[in-house]
């Protein structure tokens, strides 16, 4: 909660900031119009909120992991650690109530640790030392030590003179202590408001963990081999799907038996998310390559007919009539006009399909592969590595963009007239 | 016989909730090879129904055409077309625009490129040839498409309202150049036009059609689109005949809209 308070926070100050600092410096003709809320095209991305979004999401990510790479003046109070104490009063049969302290070691997890020196102190109740792990919580038997144990009726009655009860908890300045149905202290030093690297590495960890699987692989195969991997069957998959889905979508477009033979088979598949049929194309073949490729040529498949039939659908028919009157042939009109005429859905299509081929190449890995994006984030999952899962996110999600700029660029070299007919 | 010649041609259009519309209704007309007709009516009255029989884009329900002594049975080069817009091809540049033609007939560059070039020089638009058609505006477009059918050297050139999404000034140069291309080519051109005095300017002969069911209203012989020969069309205008001519034609055409009108609001 109070992540997205600070986060909305930031939005607020940065777009006030911005906005009157650079209000004078934009002049050009956009900038002139007067009319811009309703007016899509005047709404141009602000480079400088992109910035800032960025530069954000990382500020926070850090201050909330306790990162060196942020100042230690912004992080959000980290978990306690170091010697806490309290103090507890215990009651036996036959003797007066008694106070000892409890001092515990409260420490990283994955150190090694001692548990303090300390003296027994006076009276029957000793003193009690223990180690608990920060961000995590520990039974203290407190009665072990002292001289009257649970066989004579040894009850904590208080702790730090609050009384407690079992199922109660006290609040101390090191953190909570409870008690446990059947009398035993549990105590559970404050958490802080940072994540526990289990949950939320810090940056730094993840761009190591990058570094080293980068340098040493992961589970026999390096990093570049599981993103090749990926990226190998995403292409090959979308290569088919293209080359049997844009002659079919054409041969919708132009005759009307293929339209009515593949119009109910494209209308029932294409709702039909690709990651639903991972179970089938298991079933029939396998989870090797195949599976995964047939599986992304499925994904491809609908999306490149539908795209090429929309395109051969969209053209002007005062452009075929123009060809047909200057004595091009059916085959001419195929080549010179209808092709060239879809090629702007085409891209569309090829920018859908590759983005859905990537989704569902990540998602099959999930379910099973000995190679990829997906298996890798998936096998660190179950060991709790996630900082390899949050590299293996951000990687998939450059990934994703990459070749959507790719395709776009393709777009803008192949077919310059989209939208400006 | 040299010439088009359009016999009893109808069109009716059955719609698919069971009526139908008559769209053209015995519409008989001889054109001599090198005449220039234009044609005026209300909207609707069927004259883009006539130019698409005419360039075999539609069979007529009756009749037939006729061009030099064979029938007309589906689109072909000797009958070229220019559209009002949007038929140029966007991936090709203008010069491949215009000589698509020649191209598709499989000529080489050689024996195509001085028509081309000629034609380009002749619309203006020799220092365009290279550029994308989507950078032009909309009356190079038009100028473009002309010559595209130009370069194909078709007997017929069929033109539906190919100047109506001009402005006043531009379409009055295209005129003019419509005119200059009639006369050194020699060809038959049928246009399609909305304005009465277009139509008056550019139609050696000019055809009144009426709607409901489309049939030929009126036909005229006409002067000026010789006298408009390398002349101001502004001069052409100023002539007490043409003036006399529209105020004609305009009343006609007044009269069978209101007779539309009058027959919608009994209906
Ligand atoms: N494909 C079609 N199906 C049904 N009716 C049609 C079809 N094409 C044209 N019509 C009808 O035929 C009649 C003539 O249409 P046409 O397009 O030839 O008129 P027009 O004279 O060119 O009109 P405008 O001046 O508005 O272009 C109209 O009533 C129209 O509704
Ligand atoms: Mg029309």
New binding site residues.
């Given amino acids: 909660m109070i992540v997205f308070a600070i986060y909305a926070l930031i939005f607020i100050t940065s777009f006030v900031v911005v906005k009157t600092l650079a209000r004078k410096a934009m002049t050009d003709y956009t900038a002139l119009k007067t009319v811009t809320f309703g007016d899509e095209s005047a709404v141009r991305p602000n480079r400088i909120a992109s910035v800032i979004s960025v530069l954000t999401i990382f500020l926070l990510w850090g201050a909330f992991t306790g990162s060196k790479l942020v100042p230690s003046m912004l992080h959000a109070p980290g978990p306690f650690m170091g010697d806490a104490s309290f103090n507890y009063t215990a009651e036996a049969e036959g003797v007066a109530p008694d106070d000892a302290t409890v001092t515990v070691r409260v420490f990283e997890v994955g150190t090694d640790v001692q548990p303090p020196e300390i003296a027994p102190g006076s009276g029957w109740a000793k003193n009690d030392v223990d180690t608990v792990g920060a961000w995590r919580s520990g039974l203290i038997r407190v009665d072990k030590n002292d001289e009257y144990g649970r066989d004579v009726g040894h009850t904590v009655t208080a702790v730090n003179g609050q009384p407690i009860a079992p199922g109660g908890e006290v609040m101390t300045e090191f953190g909570r202590v409870g008690m446990s149905p059947k009398g035993t202290l549990n105590f559970e030093p404050a958490k802080g408001w940072q994540m526990e690297p289990i949950w939320l590495p810090p940056p730094e960890a993840v761009v190591a963990r990058l570094v080293e699987i980068a340098n040493e692989g992961y589970r026999d195969s390096t990093l570049w081999e599981h993103l090749g991997w990926s990226l190998f069957r995403v292409i090959v998959g979308f290569f088919f799907g293209a080359l049997v889905g844009i002659p079919l979508g054409y041969a919708m477009g132009l005759s009307d038996w293929f339209r009515g033979w593949f119009d109910p088979i494209v209308e029932f598949m294409r709702p039909v998310p690709p990651l639903a049929l991972i179970p089938l194309v298991i079933i029939w073949a396998g989870i090797g390559e195949l599976g995964k490729i047939i599986l992304l040529f499925l994904a491809a498949l609908w999306i490149m007919a539908i795209a090429a039939r929309a395109g051969v659908s969209g053209v002007a028919i005062s452009k075929v009539h123009a060809a047909y009157s200057l004595g091009a042939s059916k085959w001419q009109i195929m080549r010179h006009v209808i092709v060239p005429n879809s090629l702007p859905e085409i891209f569309t299509g090829a920018r859908v399909a590759m983005g859905v081929c990537w989704g569902t190449v990540v998602a099959a890995e999930l379910v099973a592969a000995e190679k990829g994006a997906g298996m890798m984030i998936m096998v660190a999952s179950k060991f709790q590595l996630t900082d390899i899962v949050i590299m293996g996110i951000i990687l998939i999600g450059l990934i994703g963009f990459g070749i959507d700029i790719l395709m776009r660029l393709a777009e803008k070299a192949l077919v310059p007239w989209k939208g400006r007919i | 016989m040299r010439g088009l010649t359009i016999e009893n041609l109808s069109?009716r259009?059955d719609?698919p909730d069971g009526g139908s519309?008559q769209?053209l209704k015995d519409v008989s007309l001889t054109l001599q090879q090198g005449e220039l007709l234009s044609v005026l009516?209300?909207?609707?009255?069927?004259?883009?129904?006539?130019l698409?029989i005419v360039a075999g884009f539609l069979a007529p329900t009756e009749g037939q055409i006729v061009l030099n002594g064979h029938p007309v049975t589906g689109p072909d080069a000797e009958r070229g077309m220019v559209f009002q817009q949007g038929a140029l091809f966007e991936w090709m540049d203008v010069r491949s625009n215009v000589s698509f033609g020649p191209r598709m007939a499989g000529k080489k560059e050689a024996e195509w490129a001085q028509t081309v070039d000629h034609l380009l020089d002749v619309v203006g638009l020799r220092d365009f040839k290279e550029k994308a058609v989507y950078e032009l505006s909309g009356g190079m477009q038009q100028r473009v498409a002309l010559a595209r059918c130009l370069a194909n050297d078709p007997d017929v050139i069929l033109m539906?309202?190919p100047l109506g999404a001009l402005d006043a000034l531009t379409r009055e140069k295209m005129q003019s150049l419509v005119l200059k291309l009639w006369k050194e080519t020699g060809k038959t051109i049928i246009l399609?036009t909305?304005s009465v005095e277009e139509a008056l300017l550019l139609g050696e002969r000019l055809l009144v059609?009426a709607?409901r069911p489309?049939r030929i209203h009126t036909e005229y012989r006409l002067p000026f689109a010789d006298l408009g020969v390398g002349q101001d069309l502004r001069e052409v205008k100023k002539h007490l005949d043409f003036a006399s001519k529209r105020e004609e034609i305009l009343s006609m055409i007044w009269d069978m809209e209101e007779e539309i009108m009058g027959r919608t609001e009994e209906a």
């Avoid at chain 2, 009516?41 to 006539?50: A, D, E, F, V, Y």
């Fill in positions: 069109m259009f719609l519309v769209a009516g209300p909207s609707g009255c069927g004259k883009t129904t006539l698409n539906d309202e399609i909305h059609m709607p489309g």
